[in-house]
């Protein structure tokens, strides 16, 4: 019987992208950073799961894709009803909560290199979000 489950990634409908995605993560997490990166180097992440109307917004209109970037004032009364159904979702959901046991085993150092700041704002770059 599943009591919980939780997404990891991005939808996608391409079979090819999602298995891209978890070997991707199994390489990650047998082998390490190293196995899946060159540098950390300038990568950022840019993704924000904060439940704000602003990264709503900014979801649905990065998933039209860039062929119809151009046409989401036109498009804004369909895409508004996805805003606020996405916006009700992450409001509503509780947050994923990992054991202390796990939290305690995956400790990191506060200062670790390849530790990525998660932006407030969907697709907020900055020069180096990186604590340190």
Avoid at 2 to 11: D, I, L, N
Avoid at 27 to 34: A, F, L
Avoid at 61 to 85: T, W
Avoid at 98 to 111: L, Y
Wanted: aromatic share 10%; hydrophobic share 45%.
């Amino acid at each position: 019987m599943v009591k919980r489950t939780f997404a990891v990634g991005h939808y996608s409908d391409d079979e090819q992208k999602v298995s891209g995605i978890w070997e991707f993560v199994r390489r990650y997490m047998e082998s390490g950073p190293e196995a899946v990166v060159d540098s950390i180097d300038g990568r950022q992440m840019n993704i924000s799961v904060k439940p704000s109307w602003r990264n709503c917004y900014l979801f649905v209109v990065a998933s039209l894709g860039p062929a119809m970037l151009g046409a989401r004032i036109a498009l804004m009364p369909l895409l508004l009803p996805l805003v606020l159904c996405r916006w009700l979702v992450l409001k509503s959901c509780r947050m994923p909560m990992w054991p202390q046991w796990v939290e305690d085993e995956c400790a990191f150092d506060a200062n670790d290199p390849l530790r990525l700041i998660e932006p407030e704002a969907m697709a907020q770059f900055e020069p180096d979000r990186r604590p340190g």
